[in-house]
């Protein structure tokens, strides 16, 4: 360790009694702080000096060290004096040093005052303003006779930064120093107390004291019992309040029946003022959204420019594309029109071929039967002569005659035979062709019949409805359809629609002209029996309730379009011609709805109705249509457009009829004539069906025919063949049966040359049949594949036409929007002119009532009602008298009264609330803050007391406020323990020692004072302490140490942490102070 340094500091002015325990040379404070590892840097005594402080003259300035401090010297030398003046110096109360009640008492005698200058160190990063006080802040006190004290707080300089004790106590409170803690600062008075003092409620109050427990304590007692005087005042206020209340309420209807006239006219008169201004704002707002209409406007006028030109742009592309399909589409049908008669011509050719084929076929069959039947003929011819050669010499000459002749008859009958079987074959061709003709004739007649059945049933069905329609005209839409909309109206009223479907649309439909009929049926189609909703939400509802009564397949169609209370305005795009009219005027609409769905959806107002074919194709076709005219229907139901002409599916209407009547006698007509024509069809079918039979039972009879005259063909040639080989002399028929073979051979020939002619006819007509039926065959492909290429293009054309219909719509749309845009900009133009006008003459005019401009945000509206109100009050209170300025002085009194205890009430409310809640959190830190000092501090006395090998207890009650210290001396039995009370002078002061070393490990102070500190210790127990103090401070560079005690402490180590601050011995004469009674206490200023 470094050397250790020892002062002798004597009283300026006196130098009799002079003495300096050593002679070591002074080095300066900065040297000692470089030596030590690390030191206090805030809140520690640099140096204290006194002036004419209790009895002496001049003390000081004492130098003090950051860490242990030793003021050495005897009874009366100040060691005192600078402790009770640090403690006073610092803001202390005079009664805190036990030494004197009053400020006053410490001015020395004779003198008029006494001071006091206390450095404090401010360095390091916790200093506190370092930029006005510097590295050390100078607390000058000066204490007049009179007992007032007065402050300058200076810096390092000298510089006056302050003269206010709030400033010393925010210092204080930033250092943490608390000179009135015991801890911090124990006087000798304070030691003999606790040394003395038996009470172990005093040892408590003392650890209470020491750790500021007992003031916050005393603290939350104090704020506890304020809360309950507080609470009683609040029970007393509340009472308070209502009685106040009801006075304010009293005065203030008597004040509100008087009023005051004055103010009233005044209030009058400046109403009027605000009406003339309010009126011209008034006016000044109805123009601001008219100028900022027409600036909108004007920014929309160059928008329906563009959309303009735009249109003009599709509409010129579309009606391109329409007629560069259109050409395409012509080209195609030309050249389908151009194969069509050709196709036929072929078609015509293949049958005359394929006729020529079979006929040519059935004469070669015939050509080959004859030729087999002479083959078969020839044979027997040559048999016949072999056999009559063979027994000519044996046969006579009659037998060979009537044999002969025999033979000659069953040649004509088999001649007669064959014909007759030639001639039959023919027949029995002819009835089977009349046969398969007669079932072609009876299928077509029987699919026709089937036909005209279900028409009939149709037309059956028809007239029941129509006939259930007299009495429900709903019906004609279908049979469900009543139940269907009971359905609808039941869910409507159960909340499940926003608004109600209208339908069938076709119910709210009335033709003005019944030729019509058929022909808005035909425009309008399955329009007729749709709906009509206002939303999405409403439509999804309507469809589930439609899959009830309708079969899936024939749901009828559902619009969506928001309902509307009027009818489109459609003049401008409507089609208007002075002859025919347009669907939209034809019709009677009930519905508004209805009207304005058909416009959006069918566009019935570009629609004409032409009864005559001929004039609509005049109208649409001949010449250019009419402006707006996208199509036109005719009386029978016909379409006309431009380009194209199609002709109706409906032949008379079937839900739009004003005439029911004549609907059903019409309907009955034609069920009638429907069943005529199927009663005429089924005898025309029993007709064929008989000739059929006919026919075949003629064929069956030729077959039959046919059969026996093949049985007689071969019985007749057997008989032949027998005669001919009977053994006779039949010489002479052999040249007959010879010039029979030969003849025979000839028509072989004959035959067979016909055949071959025939089958090389037949052969070319079959490969002429090939190339026409190819050539038939390449045109119906050729026809095909340009039907199937006009096909899409017909798509494409109706789309283009479409596209062209709906771009001349959309530029006449904006077209009619711009005419009505500019239209609009010219009726605000003049409706600002006009305004403008009158608001500068309303302007004049309240610059007559008013000059100046007056801002109002009240209507003129309430304030022409409010200028009413006050002119009858007034006239009222002209009526009226009475001490006006006393109610309105009592009011102003009572209002005042009641508002202050209001306020002063609610406000005391929050108080007790918030109270309530930071106390309750209070007590309970407080509680374990308590709990932790104590048992911090148990545990540092323990260790304390066992470097002198002894040991004790600290037993804290906190219930009943006792602290009871019990210390075993090592020469004794451990077995007991002893109180404080039972120990020797030295042992005491010993254990106050240990008991205070405990106190400062559990608070925070940047300084430690102890005065005499080892009183009535003896050598051992002195050194002891005085070891433990050393090592305290040893292991507290950061704090300050500062012990007084009368004793050498030349056997101290020697240490730069270490300073000893020897006193001079007092002045004769003068070893005590002349105090006053104790009993007289003053205030301290």
Known sequence: MGKRKEESISKPGSHKRKRQEYTDEHSDESNEEENSQSSAEIGIIESIQLKNFMCHSMLGPFQFGSNLNFVVGSNGSGKSSVLTALIVGLGGKATATNRGSSLKMFVRDGETSADISITLRNQGRDAF????????????????????????????????????????????????????????VLTQEMSKHFLQSKNEGDKYKFFMKATQLEQMKEDYSSIMKTKENTCIQLEQGVERLQELKRLYGEKKECYKSIGCLNDMRNLLEDLKHKMAWAVVGEMEKEIQPIKEGIRAEEGNTEKFVRKLEECRVKVSEAEGKYKTIQDKLMKINEEAQALHPQCISLKADVQARRKAVNEAEVLYNRFNTELKRLGKDDEQLRKRIEELKRSANQVSEPEKLEKQRKIAHLRELLKAFHDEEVMIGQQVNQFQQ???????????????????????????????????????????????????????????????????????????????????????????????????????????????LMAKYYPRGFRPQIIVNKFQNTVYDVRHRGVHHPEFPSVLTALEIDHAVVANCLIDVRGIETILLIKSSRKAREVMQFNQPPKNCRE????????????????????????????VEAEISHLE?????????????????????????????????????????????????????????????????????????????GKMESVKKDMQQQSRKMEELRNVLQVAEKKFEEM????????????????????????????????????????????????????????????????????????????????????????????ERINSENNRHGNREEIVQQFHDAKERYEDANSKVKNLKKFIMLLEEIMTQRFKIYRQFLRLLSLRCKLYFDRLLRIRACSGKMLFDHKNETL????????????????????????????????????????????????????????????????????????????????????????????????????QDPERGQSTLNFKNKNDKEEDQ
């Open 129 to 184: 303003k370092p930029e006005a006080y510097g590295s050390s802040i100078i607390v000058n006190q000066h204490i007049s006779l009179d007992g007032n004290r007065s402050y300058r707080l200076k810096s390092k300089s000298g510089t006056v930064i302050s003269s206010k004790k709030e400033e010393l106590i925010g210092i204080l409170d930033h250092f943490n120093i608390q000179v009135d803690n015991p801890v911090s």
């Open 964 to 1063: 009871s210290i019990t210390i075993q001396p090592r020469e004794e039995d451990r077995a007991a323990l002893n109180d404080v009370r039972s120990l020797s002078g030295g042992e005491r002061s010993f254990s106050t020692v240990c008991f205070v070393l405990s106190l400062w490990s559990i608070t925070e102070s940047p300084f430690r004072c102890l005065d005499e500190f080892d009183v009535y210790m003896d050598m051992v127990n002195r050194r002891i302490a005085v070891d433990m103090i050393l090592k305290v401070a040893d292991s507290q560079h950061h704090r300050q140490f500062i012990l007084l005690t009368p004793q050498s402490m030349s056997f101290l180590p020697t240490s730069p942490c270490i300073r000893i601050l020897r006193m």
């Open 780 to 871: 119906k492909e050729k026809i095909n594949q340009v039907e199937e290429i006009a096909g899409p293009i017909k798509d494409e054309l109706n789309q283009a036409d479409s596209e062209v219909e709906h771009s001349k719509r959309r530029l006449q749309h904006y077209e009619e929007k711009q005419k009505e845009h500019l239209a609009c900009v010219k009726r605000h133009k003049d409706l600002l002119a006009a305004k403008e006008k009158e608001l500068e003459e309303k302007i004049a005019q309240a610059k007559q009532i008013y000059p100046e401009r007056i801002e109002v945000s009240r209507t003129v509206k309430s304030l022409d009602a409010e200028m009413n109100r006050l002119r």
């Open 669 to 745: 007509k034609e069920i009638e004539n429907k069943k005529a024509q199927i009663t005429a069809a089924q005898i025309h079918l029993y007709s064929i069906e008989n000739e059929i039979r006919q026919n075949e039972d003629h064929l069956h009879g030729h077959r039959r025919r046919q059969k026996e005259l093949q049985i007689k063909i071969r019985t007749t040639n057997a008989e032949i063949a027998d005669l001919e080989n009977m053994e006779e002399h039949q010489s002479v028929d052999i040249c007959t049966l010879e010039d029979e073979a030969e003849e025979n051979k």
């Open 434 to 544: 009349a046969i398969y003709k007669c079932k072609e004739e009876h299928g077509r007649l029987r699919r026709e019949d089937c036909d005209a059945t279900q028409a009939l049933t149709v037309k059956q069905k028809q007239l029941r409805e129509l006939k259930e329609s007299k009495t429900d005209t709903l019906k004609r839409f279908g049979p469900h359809i009543p139940a269907f909309l009971e359905a609808v109206e039941t869910a409507y009223r159960q909340g499940h629609f926003k608004h109600k479907p209208i339908g069938p649309l076709g119910a709210f439909i009335h033709p003005k002209d019944a030729e019509l009929t058929l022909a808005v049926e035909s425009c309008l189609k399955g329009l007729v029996q749709a709906f009509c909703c206002d939303n999405h939400s409403d439509e999804r509802v309507l469809q589930l």
């Open 632 to 659: 036109a229907f005719t009386a029978e139901g016909d379409q006309v457009f431009e380009r194209r002409y199609y002709s109706s599916d409906y032949l008379r209407p079937k839900f739009l009829s004003k005439d």
